[in-house]
């Protein structure tokens, strides 16, 4: 065994910017400033230019972000929506809180929702469709899914947890729709040290309803003005996230060159199935929040590399959501879902994984198919 290669390496990244962290966290403190403070609103500001719309709100978790977006844009009691399986739970169990059904469409070979397939999933009921933007990478044919939306006057809410900065035909992930929710879990793309998100708009009056809707339906002063939640992002971790969101492009950088690396090492192998290269034209731009792949022989493969000290992960544990029992979704059949999760795995991938370590990795691995 060469070396042990954790799937995510956390206490990694919090040493090579230890100091500033530091610095922010005691100056953010030592001013009292924790709830909604000028903190929140200088990253809400900045990072509604990053991804490029006119206003952000900041919540307490992606979840949080869906469910406040569908609530805000009316989905309740028997609303159909559309959706995939093969995402975090996240995604699905925000429709069921809000008394709205979940409906399934297949997955395509890129591993997010097949667009063809939304189309015959519409009835009467279908009020919303929230395309998931997995592994760093747009769904493909979203202007299909835009005219579908139009067609039918259907609400899109994009799950965007896993594809900051990510473009399909130059838009950006988020922006395709009235909202984008985000994640920044500590292993998202941008992640604080704890629990955080944020809902992007260009919708000025939707914006207004998610800043009251986040703080218990009060407007600007203490007047509630609505039924409300406590949904709002901690102002210590909007300060490390406007810290740390300079660094992403840098970081988007380096994962699209350890894909690449990837994409190369492995190309040859014919029992697996890689990501999409970059090369694939101009228009995707993905991320690679997660380098995923199929794999014949999934079990011993994953055995092998962990013998080799190598940590994989199986996506959200080897399951789509309608294949877990206790949800009682399970009378959905999805072919190429369920095909997928029997041979899916995650290899590790961050920003500063070397190119030596993923040499290893792709060695380890033609070994165990030769
Ligand atoms: C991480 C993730 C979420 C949930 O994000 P939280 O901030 O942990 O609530 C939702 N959807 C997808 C696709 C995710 O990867």
């Known amino acids: 065994m060469k070396w042990k290669l954790k799937f995510f390496d956390?206490?990694?990244?919090?040493?090579?910017?230890?100091?500033?962290?530091?610095?922010?966290?005691?100056?953010?403190?030592?001013?009292?400033?924790?709830?909604?403070?000028?903190?929140?609103?200088?990253?809400?500001?900045?990072?509604?230019?990053?991804?490029?719309?006119?206003?952000?709100?900041?919540?307490?978790?992606?979840?949080?972000?869906?469910?406040?977006?569908?609530?805000?844009a009316g989905i309740g009691l028997g609303d159909e929506v559309i959706t995939v399986s093969h995402t975090f739970v996240a995604t699905v169990e925000v429709i069921k809180f809000l008394g709205a059904i979940p409906v399934f469409v297949d997955i395509a070979d890129d591993h997010n929702m097949n667009i063809d397939l939304v189309e015959s999933a519409i009835n009467s009921k279908t009020k919303a469709i929230i395309p998931v933007h997995l592994n760093g990478r747009i769904c493909g044919k979203m202007d299909k899914l835009l005219s579908i939306a139009e067609k039918y006057n259907l609400i899109i809410i994009e799950d965007a947890a896993q594809s900051l900065g990510a473009t399909y035909k130059g838009k950006g992930a988020g922006t395709f729709g009235l909202a984008g929710c985000f994640s920044f879990y500590p292993a998202k793309l941008l992640g604080t040290f704890g629990d955080a998100g944020a809902i992007i708009t260009n919708d000025n009056q939707f914006a207004d309803k998610l800043k009251m809707l986040r703080n218990h339906g009060r407007g600007k002063g203490t007047d509630i003005k609505c039924w409300g939640l406590n949904c709002r992002m901690d102002n210590l971790h909007a300060a490390i996230l406007d810290y740390k969101l300079t660094f992403l492009p840098e970081w988007?950088?380096?994962?699209?060159?350890?894909?690449?690396?990837?994409?190369?090492?492995?190309?040859?192998?014919?029992a697996l199935r890689l990501p999409p290269a970059l090369e694939n034209g101009d228009e995707f731009f993905d991320v690679f929040q997660n380098y995923e792949i199929e794999a014949e022989n999934r079990e011993e493969l994953v055995k092998n590399l962990k013998d080799n000290g190598i940590e994989v992960m199986l996506p959200w544990g080897g399951k789509g959501v309608h294949q877990f029992e206790a949800l009682g979704l399970n009378h959905f059949t999805l072919p190429r879902t369920e095909e997928f999760f029997r041979k899916a795995l995650m290899l590790p991938m961050y920003p500063e994984l070397e190119d030596d370590k993923i040499e290893y990795i792709a060695q380890t691995i033609r070994s165990f198919y030769r």
């Not at 100056?27 to 000028?38: F, H, M, P, R």
Request: glycine share 4%.
């Open 10 to 72: 956390y206490p990694l990244q919090f040493e090579i910017y230890e100091k500033k962290y530091i610095e922010i966290i005691k100056e953010t403190l030592s001013k009292g400033a924790y709830i909604l403070c000028d903190d929140l609103k200088k990253f809400e500001e900045d990072f509604a230019k990053f991804v490029g719309t006119k206003y952000s709100v900041g919540i307490s978790s992606c979840t949080d972000a869906l469910l406040l977006s569908l609530y805000a």
């Open 252 to 270: 988007i950088r380096n994962r699209r060159n350890i894909a690449k690396k990837y994409n190369d090492e492995l190309s040859e192998i014919d």
